[in-house]
């Protein structure tokens, strides 16, 4: 089920791309068909304008259950930023707890071993220096007997010394709400932020009391005794302390996050209901570790290798977190958009992994985004490894070819008859297409269009294709993968400039190099120009595997090895010399090589069997 909410007037502008949106819905679902989750629901948010999922089915056994937008998951440690941290930041407003003191001053048991040296923003930045988790043996419960387990912990390294995500730092600070406000912390949570912000499907569930209503929530593994936890909380830490605890125990929806996303987005502030104070937001949501240790803010997560649900084009500087049972958030303010993730993929078993899909959605998430500029962001932090900042950013300087032409205000094009060859690839860094930027440009006349193997649309997957018209230009798409594989004569007599514009993925058989080789074939002679506008090659200038040795065929249309390490301005540049074409060829380049993923640049894949960059 796909929904789409607007904020404001009906007519306002998409903020996402449908397709970019299209493929999260494909991942997702390729992911609950590999059987990594029963399902989930996903939920993009950007300047009111919210796209939500819900997939699969949020129960399996003992029967299958189908998903729905209001199902309860255990969000397990998103229960840290949503419940925790934001409890003792409340406290730290009211004056009430210093972060900079130590964590004795409020629990004064939590001694020995140099314990009395670890304040409370190092437990909330994880470099308290203390191991991940309690250990369950000898058997104990309940809150006093976590602080008192806590206490006898041994300190392995020094407060400020690394970064060690913790489960036991967040049970300290689940306690220290208790002590400090009187109230137990599902109480305090519940009163002061879940329904002052009309959270009313999000709370913690004591195992103590009667569960209720279960059939919306969301059943996580199969325990020893061979039943399904539901309605109680996965993480076996929190069920020893009855489900209630400061690092997981918290149930929630999407819609629910989606209002306390939108709080924190806000400034603290949600529907005239302050929860924060702007600059308490700010402070948590900005780097609090030290200089020489991986980026956290106090609660969240910004730059640590626990973030990889940013994907690879959000800034450095936004902010989120994860959860054992599979959910995740991430929060861009510079591009306004918020992603929010749930699923419970240890149901009915565990061992199943779904970070390698948060960092997808996280990818098309940002890929989804429209007019907005990923690739020059103020504000961003600067790159950082091993503790170091490296010099200068990502390759974010990287164009395509037609982001050249457009900077140039496509004077190289002014007064040229154009035939342009393409397919969806053929988009700026904006991700607006090569073909409306050509119509719509002054002095540009684009008379006709040629399509490549999948159609000029990228969506086509057959033996040929037929020459058509283009609905929205009412231009003619010559096709280059039917009866003819080289534009005919009398299609480029009318012509000046036959443009090529088409996402290569970087080996020898993949056809778009052999329909560019054509081109420059059938132009030779002509007078017509052929311009490439180039593009990075994908998998880098490395060069791997043999040379074509066979006869040359449309998957093998010249000697070069399998993968080539040349983008296709390069190779046709290469190939009209060796065969000696007598054509005009102008290469327009963008200025850099390397991986895709270490431009900036947004992927579009550039054909049905090509559904993601890691394929190709």
């Known amino acids: 089920m796909v929904t789409l909410a607007m904020a404001g007037a009906a007519a306002a502008e998409p903020v996402f791309h449908a397709d970019r949106l299209a493929e999260m819905r494909e991942q997702a679902m390729q992911t ?122 041994p300190l392995p390294n020094p407060p400020g010394t690394v970064l060690r995500y913790s489960d036991i730092n967040f049970i300290l600070l689940g306690i220290l709400v208790e002590k400090v406000s009187g109230r137990t912390l599902d109480r305090y949570c519940r009163e002061e932020i879940f329904s002052p912000l009309g959270m009313k499907d999000t709370g913690f569930r004591r195992i103590s009391e009667k569960p209720g209503d279960l059939s919306r929530i969301a059943p996580t593994e199969r325990i020893a005794d061979g039943s399904v936890l539901r309605g109680v909380v996965h993480d076996p830490t929190a069920r020893r302390m009855d489900g209630v605890a400061g690092h997981a125990g918290l149930f929630s929806t999407a819609a629910d996050l989606g209002r306390f996303v939108k709080m924190v987005q806000s400034g603290g502030e949600l529907e005239g209901e302050r929860v924060l104070k702007v600059e308490t937001v700010r402070r948590m949501t900005s780097v609090q570790t030290p200089p020489d240790l991986p980026r956290r803010g106090l609660g969240w997560d910004i730059d640590s290798p626990f ?3 940013r994907g690879l084009h959000f800034p450095l500087g936004g902010f989120g977190h994860t959860g054992w049972t599979g959910p995740s958030i991430w929060i861009d303010p510079f591009s306004e958009t918020s992603l929010i993730f749930l699923t419970n993929r240890n149901h009915p078993g565990g061992g199943t992994n779904v970070l390698p899909l948060r960092r997808d959605l996280g990818t098309l998430a940002a890929e989804a985004v429209t007019g907005f500029n990923f690739l020059h962001v103020p504000g961003t932090l600067p790159v950082q490894a091993d503790g170091a900042v490296i010099a200068g950013p990502r390759k974010l ?19 040229k008859r154009v035939g342009l060859v393409t397919n969806p690839t053929g988009q700026n860094r904006l991700r607006k297409s090569t073909l409306d930027l050509l119509h719509e440009a002054d002095g540009v006349e684009l008379r006709a269009l040629f399509s490549p193997e999948h159609g000029i649309r990228g969506d086509l997957d057959q033996e040929k294709i037929g020459d058509t018209t283009d609905e929205a230009t009412g231009l003619p798409i010559y096709s280059l993968y039917g009866e003819r594989r080289a534009p005919a004569k ?41 311009m ?42 290469l190939i009209r010399a060796e065969r000696k074409f007598d054509v005009e060829l102008e290469v327009v380049a963008g200025g850099g090589i390397g991986w895709f993923d270490e431009t900036g640049l947004p992927w579009r894949n550039p054909s049905p069997n090509l559904r993601s960059l890691r394929a190709a």
């Open 397 to 415: 300087d990287v164009l395509n070819g037609i982001d050249v032409l457009e900077r140039e205000g496509f004077e190289r094009l002014k007064g």
């Open 490 to 530: 009398d299609q480029l007599k009318d012509l000046d400039v036959l443009v090529y514009d088409i996402q290569d993925v970087g080996c020898r058989f993949y056809t778009y190099i052999s329909t560019l080789v054509n081109c420059m074939e059938a132009a030779s002679g002509t007078g017509v120009k052929v």
């Open 532 to 573: 490439v506008l180039d593009r990075v090659n994908p998998i880098g200038a490395r060069v791997e595997g043999p040379v074509l040795s066979e006869k040359r065929s449309f998957v093998g249309t010249h000697e070069i090895p399998v993968r080539h390490g040349m983008t296709l301005g390069e190779l046709a540049k």
């Open 32 to 153: 609950i068909a590999r059987g990594v989750m029963p399902g989930a629901v996903i939920r993009l948010e950007r300047k009111g304008q919210v796209h939500q999922e819900v997939l699969g089915d949020r129960a399996t056994v003992p029967k299958s259950e189908k998903n729905s937008a209001d199902t309860i998951y255990d969000l397990a440690s998103l229960t840290k930023v949503v419940a925790t941290t934001t409890a003792v930041m409340k406290l730290a407003e009211e004056g009430k707890i210093d972060l900079a003191a130590p964590v004795q001053r409020y629990l004064p048991a939590f001694l020995g071993a140099g314990k009395e040296a670890i304040t409370v923003r190092q437990l909330m930045t994880h470099v308290s220096g203390l191991r991940a988790g309690l250990s369950p043996d000898p058997p104990w419960s309940g809150v006093e007997a976590a602080l008192a387990r806590a206490c006898e912990e």
């Open 307 to 309: 973030a990889g649900q």
